[in-house]
């Protein structure tokens, strides 16, 4: 699976968008893109996917470049409650796990 | 609610004691998953299993055993633990979109 590269903190005023952005130059073409956060001692919590079409659900928007190198994931109104760590996953939807990393992702912090 | 469930929540143990993680899922999936984080770091896949009566090794499954006992519950034990073990393990259930469980936070002294 390819590998992610994403800004290891951001902030963000609560009630503006959030913008988390996310290299993955090396993507290939059955690969998905994936984005989960991780709220502090929980489990991780899964946001949204796509594979090339931007994707909006009631959580999020995933933006992705044409070229797929990289991608974007919006949080259009940022509360306190959205402070947490959010993964960007590169991975194939036949790879049952075994390369379904987690790497260290960006820490957001929502500051009222 | 649906979901994934761990038991317990926590846990310590002695240098050399033995457990068993518990997990469980309610959503029909075909796959589930173990992971450990340490403080400060991202999760670690221990072991997985893609189907009922499979089950394979992922990026630290040293120190570890699992059983799928049937399509809802997937065990973790520690037959030995060590101090090294000490860590918050994650279950988690699906094929593509992951449910992750509320974790167990393991000490051991």
């Known amino acids: 699976d390819a590998k992610t590269t994403q800004p290891t903190s951001m902030d963000c005023a609560e009630g503006r968008a959030a913008n988390l952005p996310c290299n993955h130059s090396?993507?290939?073409?059955?690969?998905?893109v994936y984005w989960y956060r991780q709220i502090h001692s929980q489990g991780p919590q899964y946001i949204i996917h796509?594979?090339?079409n931007n994707e909006t659900n009631e959580m999020a928007s995933l933006i992705i470049t044409e070229d797929r190198k990289s991608s974007t994931l919006i949080l259009p109104h940022a509360t306190l409650r959205d402070t947490a760590v959010y993964y960007c996953?590169?991975?194939?939807?036949?790879?049952?796990?075994?390369?379904?990393?987690f790497g260290p992702g960006t820490r957001l912090s929502v500051l009222p | 609610n649906a979901g994934v469930t761990q038991t317990p929540k926590f846990q310590v143990l002695k240098t050399g004691q033995s457990m068993t993680l518990q997990c469980a899922q309610d959503?029909?999936?075909?796959?589930m998953y173990w992971y450990r984080q340490d403080p400060g770091m991202g999760l670690r896949l221990i072991y997985y299993?893609?189907?009922?009566?499979?089950?394979d090794k992922g990026e630290v499954p040293n120190g570890y055993n699992v059983s799928r006992l049937n399509k809802r519950e997937f065990s973790l034990r520690l037959e030995s633990a060590a101090p090294s073990q000490t860590s918050v393990y994650f279950c988690?259930?699906?094929?593509?979109?992951?449910?992750f469980g509320s974790g167990t936070r393991l000490t051991v002294v």
């Open positions: 299993s893609a189907s009922e009566g499979t089950t």
């Open positions: 996953i590169v991975r194939s939807p036949n790879n049952y796990g075994q390369n379904f990393v």
């Open positions: 959503m029909n999936h075909n796959s």
């Open positions: 796509g594979l090339k």
């Open positions: 090396t993507i290939s073409g059955n690969e998905y």
């Open positions: 988690a259930s699906g094929n593509y979109g992951y449910t």
